[in-house]
């Protein structure tokens, strides 16, 4: 059932903004979540003949990628899992 379903909209939205927020994850949290991903990232999704793999392993790769410089500016943790051909390089 619905949190305050049974009272009217405008009084369950005046009660919803006190609800308690939701924590936001640690930036351990999120590193530990990165690298999961990055393990069980599909490197060969881009060879699929099933487009909703390939599909998934593109959002997946985008979603690393945005977090890549954030959680592992180094890149170590990405390079010890990606293949040759997804290695990031620095540039001096």
């Known amino acids: 059932m619905e949190r305050n379903a049974h009272v009217p ?3 369950a939205g005046i009660l919803n903004s006190f ?4 924590p936001q994850p640690t930036r351990d949290e999120m590193r530990v ?3 999961a991903q990055l ?3 599909d490197w060969s999704h881009e ?3 099933d487009r ?20 592992d ?7 010890a899992a990606a293949p040759a051909e997804y ?6």
């Open 9 to 11: 909209p405008i009084l």
């Open 19 to 22: 609800s308690p927020a939701v």
């Open 33 to 35: 979540a990165y690298i």
């Open 39 to 41: 393990r069980s990232m």
């Open 47 to 49: 060879f699929s003949d």
């Open 52 to 71: 909703r793999a390939y599909e998934a392993g593109r959002d997946s790769l985008a979603q690393l990628r945005a977090a890549q410089p954030k959680l």
């Open 73 to 79: 500016p180094d890149a170590l943790l990405w390079n």
């Open 87 to 92: 290695q990031i390089r620095k540039t001096a």
